[in-house]
C-alpha cells in the first residue's frame, strides 16, 4: 500500500508542478505587459528574464531547465513453446503485463570562470519494468528503465561534472542556451575537457532523429546502438573523462568512463588504470543537396573482470559442478544445474566494438537516421543489453504537412543479433544479465515502433505508441509480441 501511495503522490506532484509552471508563464507575461504566448508557441522563461535584464541568452552566467515525463507501455499476452525452462530465470512472461517509468529531473548549470562551467543534475525516478527487465535483447520497451528501478520513487545524482574550453579560432558559433548547455557564442575550432560524473551518451553517439527519446521513440533500441555496452553504473552514469576537438565541420571525442564492479549493478569500479571503459568517436557534418546531416564512426574497447561464453561453456564440460545452481561467485539467480554459467569464467579481458552513425535532412521538417554496430560477441553483456550486433534505422516528419507543426510522427526499426558462441551459451541454459529462457531457437530480434506526438502546449506532449517485437530474446520458439504505449512530457 505504501509502495502505491508513494508511486501516485510522486505522479500527482509532478502533475501538479507542471501546471504551476504554466500559470505562472501566463502571469509572468502578464507582469511586463505581453500578450499570453499562443498554443503553438515555445515559451521561455529564460527569454522573458533577458527581457528584463536580469538573464543573457547570449552569454549566460547560469540556467536552469527542468522536465517530467511519464511513459506507460501495456503488453498483449503472447504464446511461447517455454518460459524459464529447466529453472533458467530470464525469460519473458506470456501473461499481460503494464510497464510504466516516471521521471522528473533539473538540470542546472553555471559558469565558474572563464570559458568553464559545470552543471548539476537530481533526478527523481518511479518504474516498473515487463517480468522484472527480463526476456529482451535490446528492445526494452521504454529507454528510461533501470536495472535497480522501484516503484517507489528514488531520488539520486544523474550527473556532476565540470568542462573547461579553449578557443582556437575560426567562426564564431552561437550556442542555443539548453539544459547542460550556457549559451555563448564560441569558436569553431575549439577544444572541450570534461571531468566529472555523466553519461558517455551525453556527448557521443548522438542523433538529431533518434536521441531525445522523452519526445522521440519510446523503445531503448533507438537510444543508442544496442549492441554498444557502453561504461556504466545500473542507471546508464559513470565517472570519468572526455575530450571534444572541434575543427570547422569536423569533431573528434575520446573518453574513459569507470564500468561497474559487477556486470549490470550500481556501484562502480573506480580503479581507471586497471578496468574501464575506452572510446572514440569521428564526426563529419555535411550538407546534401542543400540539407543538413552528419556521419560519425565510433568505436569502444572495455577492458573487464568479465566472462567469455566459450569459457562457461567449457566449465561445465569439464566439471558438471560449475553449473548454474552452484556458483560461488556474482551470478543471475539461476537454478538450472544442467546450465553453463559465467561466474564460473570471470578473468580480466577485453571487448571491441565500431559502428557507424548517420542522420540526414530530407526537408526542413522530415528526417532519416540509421545506426549499426558490430561488436566482438564474445564476452557477456556488462552495463547495456544483451545484443553483439545492431542496425537501427528510420524516419522522423514534422507536422508542418498537416498544420501542426510542433507534432511529430516516427517510424523505426531495429535489428539485434548475437554470436554463435552466445547463442550456444544460451541453447544449453545459460543466462546472462537480462536474457536466457533455458534453451534456444536462434533468430534475429527485432522491433518495428511506430508512435505520434501531440503538442497539447507549448511545453507539453502527448504520445502514443505502437512497438511490435519478434524473437524476443534472439529466441524463434517465442513471441511475437504486441505492445501499446502512452507517454507525456513536459518542460520547463
Known amino acids: 500500500m505504501h509502495r502505491f501511495f508513494a508511486h501516485n503522490l510522486v505522479h500527482l506532484s509532478c502533475l501538479l508542478v507542471t501546471l504551476w509552471l504554466q500559470c505562472a508563464a501566463a502571469t509572468a507575461w502578464a507582469e511586463v505587459g505581453a500578450?499570453?504566448?499562443?498554443p503553438d508557441e515555445q515559451f521561455d522563461v529564460m527569454n522573458l528574464l533577458?527581457?528584463?535584464g536580469l538573464h543573457d541568452m547570449d552569454n549566460e552566467r547560469w540556467n536552469a531547465y527542468g522536465q517530467f515525463t511519464y511513459a506507460s507501455v501495456w503488453?498483449?499476452?503472447?504464446a511461447a513453446k517455454y518460459t524459464n525452462l529447466n529453472g533458467s530465470v530470464n525469460s519473458l512472461s506470456t501473461e499481460s503485463e503494464r510497464s510504466f517509468a516516471g521521471t522528473l529531473t533539473a538540470f542546472m548549470g553555471v559558469r565558474l570562470w572563464k570559458n568553464a562551467e559545470a552543471y548539476f543534475v537530481p533526478e527523481v525516478i518511479s518504474e516498473r519494468a515487463l517480468s522484472n527487465l527480463r526476456g529482451l535483447g535490446g528492445a526494452v520497451q521504454i529507454w528510461e528503465l533501470q536495472k535497480t528501478g522501484t516503484e517507489t520513487p528514488?531520488?539520486?545524482r544523474s550527473r556532476a561534472y565540470i568542462t573547461q574550453m579553449f578557443n582556437l579560432g575560426g567562426e564564431r558559433e552561437q550556442l542555443i542556451s539548453d539544459p547542460m548547455r550556457l549559451g555563448r557564442v564560441v569558436d569553431h575550432r575549439r577544444i572541450v575537457l570534461v571531468?566529472?560524473?555523466?553519461?558517455?551518451l551525453d556527448f557521443m553517439d548522438k542523433n538529431t532523429f533518434a536521441g531525445d527519446l522523452r519526445r522521440q521513440f519510446f523503445n531503448m533500441a533507438f537510444m543508442t546502438h544496442t549492441a554498444y555496452d557502453f561504461a556504466s553504473d545500473a542507471r546508464g552514469y559513470s565517472w570519468g573523462a572526455l575530450a571534444e576537438f572541434y575543427w570547422d565541420d569536423w569533431t573528434v571525442r575520446m573518453a574513459r568512463m569507470a564500468p561497474p564492479d559487477h556486470p549490470n549493478q550500481l556501484e562502480l569500479d573506480l580503479r581507471l588504470g586497471t578496468y574501464y571503459g575506452d572510446q572514440v568517436e569521428v564526426e563529419h557534418r555535411h550538407t546534401l543537396l542543400g540539407r543538413e546531416g552528419a556521419v560519425k564512426l565510433l568505436a569502444y574497447h572495455n577492458r573487464l573482470l568479465t566472462g567469455r561464453f566459450t569459457d562457461a561453456v567449457a566449465a561445465i564440460q569439464a566439471d558438471p559442478n560449475k553449473n548454474a545452481a552452484k556458483c560461488e561467485g556474482f551470478n543471475y539467480g539461476s537454478t538450472n544445474a544442467g546450465a553453463p554459467d559465467l561466474c564460473w569464467a570471470r578473468k580480466p579481458d577485453d571487448k571491441y566494438g565500431i559502428g557507424v552513425n548517420l542522420e540526414q535532412h530530407l526537408t526542413d521538417d522530415i528526417g532519416v537516421f540509421l545506426r549499426g554496430m558490430v561488436s566482438d560477441g564474445q564476452t557477456e553483456v556488462y552495463a547495456y543489453t544483451s545484443t553483439d550486433r545492431s542496425l537501427s534505422f528510420g524516419v522522423l516528419a514534422g507536422g508542418t504537412l498537416w498544420h501542426r507543426k510542433n507534432d511529430t510522427l516516427g517510424v523505426g526499426g531495429n535489428f539485434g543479433w548475437i554470436s554463435a558462441?552466445?547463442?550456444e551459451y544460451l541453447r544449453l541454459g545459460g543466462v546472462d544479465g537480462f536474457i536466457g529462457d533455458g534453451g534456444l531457437r536462434q533468430a534475429s530480434e527485432a522491433v518495428g515502433e511506430v508512435f505520434y506526438s501531440f503538442a497539447a502546449l507549448s511545453d507539453l506532449w502527448l504520445s502514443a505508441d505502437y512497438q511490435l517485437i519478434v524473437n524476443p530474446a534472439f529466441n524463434a520458439d517465442r513471441g511475437p509480441v504486441h505492445l501499446f504505449?502512452?507517454?507525456a512530457?513536459?518542460?520547463f
Do not use: C, M, T, W
Request: glycine letters at 6%; a positive charge.
Open 35 to 38: 500578450a499570453a504566448p499562443r
Open 154 to 156: 528514488q531520488i539520486y
Open 421 to 423: 558462441a552466445h547463442a
Open 50 to 52: 533577458d527581457e528584463r
Open 75 to 78: 503488453k498483449a499476452p503472447f
Open 489 to 491: 512530457h513536459a518542460e
Open 195 to 200: 571531468v566529472g560524473n555523466f553519461s558517455v
Open 485 to 487: 504505449g502512452l507517454r
